[in-house]
């Protein structure tokens, strides 16, 4: 579809100043939607059927010609914009100058697990947004199931979470859950049992083939806090990362890196 650029949508255009509202989470609640930035979340976002409008400047129109393209495929609006647009939309410093609308894509926590799920991620209340895409990321990387974020957590829908999962969002199912309780509720009854990390766990990663060999939830602790002791005696195994080097402890999102692609592998080894 040919765009035309005299005609572009300016930072003070209603749907433009509507679409920049979608950066407050209230808004994002309140409307069901959400905008994405860049090139792997964009192209994601359409590939899925979640985006329903595309926004993009003349510049990143010629740069990201084949994503337009496959927009058009798909039947999603795509709107000129300004420059001055792209930079009232974006919440970067230098902004790509592409972005999408999408509908909500959160899942509830029974279709994430729906089925018979082996490996799920589930980050407990997890603040940071960069962590929170980052652990989806990684969570498709290695062939998870499903993310549940739960507790009071960071909204995965958040630009910077979406940022940081580099199109992963679309690609698998993530739910948020207030009630941790009920989110260990219904992982149990899928027949998934419950890991979690901790310093002083009484497994030692480098020992838990058996373990990991069986359909499990491993459990992430928040940035600061960790699990905290009421929540780790729910799980049925604290494993603990051993630790050669000097340094204290991993953050969240390596240290769930590394125990996401030890479940993984001992998971899909006769795949």
Known sequence: ???????????????????????RAAQRKKDK????????????????????????????????????????????????ITDKAAKHLSDTVTTTGIFALCDDVLWSVGKAINGRPRLVSVPVETREPGNAGTLIRVSDAVGADAVIFAGESVDPLGAKAVRASAGSLFHIPVARN???????????????????????????LDDAGGLLSKPTAWLFGNEAHGLGEELLDKADH???????????????????SICLYESSKALFAED
């Open 178 to 204: 207030t009630a941790i309780d009920d989110v260990l509720g219904q992982l149990r009854s899928k027949g998934l049992q419950i890991l979690a990390t901790a310093a002083d766990g009484e497994v030692d």
């Open 238 to 256: 604290r494993v603990r990362i051993p630790i050669r080097g000097r340094a204290e402890s991993l953050n969240l999102a390596t240290a769930a």
């Open 1 to 23: 579809m040919a765009l035309d650029f005299n005609e572009a949508f300016t930072e003070r255009t209603p749907r433009i100043v509507n679409a920049a509202k979608l950066h």
């Open 33 to 80: 939607r959400f905008i994405v930035e860049g090139e792997n979340s964009v192209e994601a976002a359409i590939a899925t059927g979640a985006a329903t409008d595309v926004f993009v400047t003349e510049t990143a129109a010629e740069r990201f010609e084949e994503i337009l393209r496959t927009a058009s495929y798909m039947n999603v609006y795509t709107h000129a």
